[in-house]
């Protein structure tokens, strides 16, 4: 493998992969995929993967601590497909102007959950 390609690879597996060298790994377990180490879903609301906790100031804040769902490989690998095929051929500022739209995202996640509870 060429240089390049080697310094490609390696951001690759650190994105789509364990990243072992993040200081919170893991932060649900071993061997998990952090590719959507920042949920596209969240705040999501489905108590069977996350909750409300309260926050510093005593308001309800959505917490993912127990969610392992989205780093399972199977199911980060299902969103990005899901994702990508939700992208098209849109550029970069059009695709994230698609992240804006919640009921987009969040149909994804129940299809997803569908395949993968
Ligand atoms: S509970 Fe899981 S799926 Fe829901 S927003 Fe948090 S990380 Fe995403």
Avoid at 16 to 40: E, T
Avoid at 86 to 104: C, H, M, S, V
Wanted: hydrophobic share 35%.
């Amino acid at each position: 493998m060429i240089d390049l390609a080697k310094k490609h690879f390696e951001k690759v597996v650190k994105l789509c992969g364990a990243n072992r060298d993040c200081r919170y790994y893991p932060c649900h377990f071993d061997s998990q995929v952090c590719l959507w180490c920042f949920c596209p879903f969240y705040p999501c609301y489905d108590e069977e993967l996350g909750e409300f906790i309260e926050g510093r100031d005593g308001s309800k804040v959505w917490s993912c601590i127990k969610c392992s769902w989205i780093h399972r490989p199977e199911v980060a690998c299902e969103v990005l497909r899901e994702i990508l095929e939700l992208i098209g051929d849109r550029d970069t500022e059009e695709a994230l102007q698609l992240f804006e739209r919640r009921d987009l995202l969040m149909e994804i996640m129940r299809r997803v959950r569908e395949k993968f509870s």
